[in-house]
């Protein structure tokens, strides 16, 4: 068995569990996400598209809600995970995308109702969890 140990001394990505059920209603059945959501609501990529299609229809404080819920949810499978508070939260891995979808989505409806410091402090955490995800969603 080979380990990979952190040599920048800081703290090892944290890897979210994958949710292969909810996952194959919102991607594969293409399922509604508000149906999805209701049916896991721990599922953070069913918020991240509630929030999305949300801002995208100029309703910005449903985006804000939709989008602090699935941050939270995300928030709460990284501690469970053995997140610390920081450290890397890869893009790459599939299951991690909702939550880092979900903390760009609440940059930018924070940055829509003009509360700066929310907005700030998400670019920022999502810069710090991964530089991949915050090229990647320009929030």
């Avoid at 594969?28 to 149906?35: G, Q, V, W």
Wanted: net charge negative.
């Amino acid at each position: 068995m080979t380990t990979h140990k952190n040599l920048l001394g800081g703290p090892d990505p944290t890897y979210l569990p994958e949710d292969e059920a909810a996952h194959r209603l919102l991607a594969e059945e293409s399922r509604p996400a508000a149906e999805v959501a209701a049916q896991h609501p721990t599922y953070s990529p069913a918020w991240a598209e509630l929030a999305e299609e949300a801002y995208a229809g100029g309703r910005v404080v449903e985006s804000y809600a939709y989008a602090r819920t699935g941050y939270h949810r995300g928030l709460d499978q990284l501690r469970r995970a053995g997140w610390k508070g920081h450290g890397p939260v890869p893009w790459d891995h599939r299951a991690n995308r909702g939550f880092l979808r979900c903390l760009a989505a609440l940059a930018r409806a924070a940055t829509a109702i003009q509360e700066t410091e929310e907005a700030d402090r998400c670019r920022t955490f999502l810069r710090d969890s991964s530089e991949e995800a915050y090229a990647e969603l320009k929030p």
